[in-house]
């Protein structure tokens, strides 16, 4: 049986609860690069939102869990599988730890080797994927280091308005 839990933080589905956690990370400008967001999000916006994140992952092509810490419940962060493609057999893989106090400590690494499990032995794909700036050297670093390989370079990728950055592909593939 393949758990969600590990020693430290767990992965669950979204709560109606988890709107102001959400809100907050969906409207922090810092994080916009990592999700292509132009434009804050209204609660409005993100309530509806998490009314239809019941969604299974094979209609809705998606699936966002968040980490939780094991002891206290505290949400640390979101962990997404985005652009699934059970023709294929793949799905990309986003990571988001909210507060900078919390990155660092493994939480990214447990969670992000929890759901890639997943990936693998409950929705028996072949392979997961990444796309990460060639600046943010922490996920880099991250993911290589749990088996991911860089397989390519997007070059000028990327626009933050002022400036064209690259961007680096990812993969794993379950052998």
């Known amino acids: 049986m393949v758990s969600l839990k590990g020693s ?7 709560e109606p609860e988890d709107l102001e956690f959400v ?3 969906e409207n922090n400008t810092s994080f916009w ?4 967001t132009k434009q804050p999000y209204s609660r409005y916006i993100i309530k509806e939102y998490l009314q239809n994140a019941k969604q299974d992952i094979f209609e809705a092509k998606q699936l966002r869990l968040v980490i939780c810490e094991n002891l ?12 699934f493609n059970p023709i294929h057999n793949r799905v990309g893989l986003g990571i988001l730890i909210k507060d900078e106090s919390n990155r660092g400590k493994g939480i990214g690494k447990e969670s992000l080797n929890l759901l890639t499990n997943y990936c693998f032995k409950v929705l028996h794909l072949k392979q997961v994927y990444a796309n990460i700036s060639e600046n943010n050297l922490a996920s880099l670093k991250l993911f290589e280091t749990n088996g991911f390989e860089i397989i390519g370079l997007k070059k000028d990728w990327r626009f933050d308005g002022e400036i064209y950055t690259n961007e680096y592909i990812l993969q794993r593939i379950n052998n």
């Not at 690069?33 to 292509?36: A, F, I, Q």
């Not at 206290?72 to 652009?83: R, W």
């Open 8 to 14: 430290n933080i767990y992965l669950r589905a979204l």
């Open 33 to 36: 690069e990592l999700s292509d």
């Open 23 to 25: 809100y907050s990370i």
């Open 72 to 83: 206290t419940n505290e949400l640390l962060g979101l962990i997404d599988l985005y652009d």
